[in-house]
């Protein structure tokens, strides 16, 4: 079962971070926006779901053109949490 509060590899971290940051610098700034965004991630490190965090910050339109720039093990990650979040009871503790 995937554990969602589990760090994913550095790689798929890494890879997820450095696209987050892509994407939002084209997005317009004119009111602080995207670089309030890029600010949070900055200096994010690879413990529990920050990862998914990343991810989360987009919406579901964003989150399909981040998919389309990572790497073929990151989007497979992705794709598996946001399958694992959209299963009912998944969060309980």
């Not at 890494?14 to 926006?33: M, P, Q, S, V």
């Not at 981040?66 to 503790?93: G, Q, R």
Request: charged share 25%; proline share 2%.
């Amino acid at each position: 079962m995937f554990d969602y509060y589990k760090a994913p590899s550095d790689e798929v971290f890494n890879n997820i971070k450095d696209k987050a940051i892509e994407l939002w610098r084209t997005f317009d700034d004119r009111h602080g926006y995207a670089s309030g965004k890029i600010a949070c991630i900055a200096n994010l490190q690879n413990v529990e779901d920050n990862a998914w965090y990343m991810v989360a910050m987009f919406d579901s339109n964003n989150r399909g053109r981040l998919l389309e720039m990572v790497n073929e093990d990151t989007k497979a990650a992705i794709l598996e949490m946001l399958h694992f979040s959209l299963l009912p009871n998944n969060y309980s503790v």
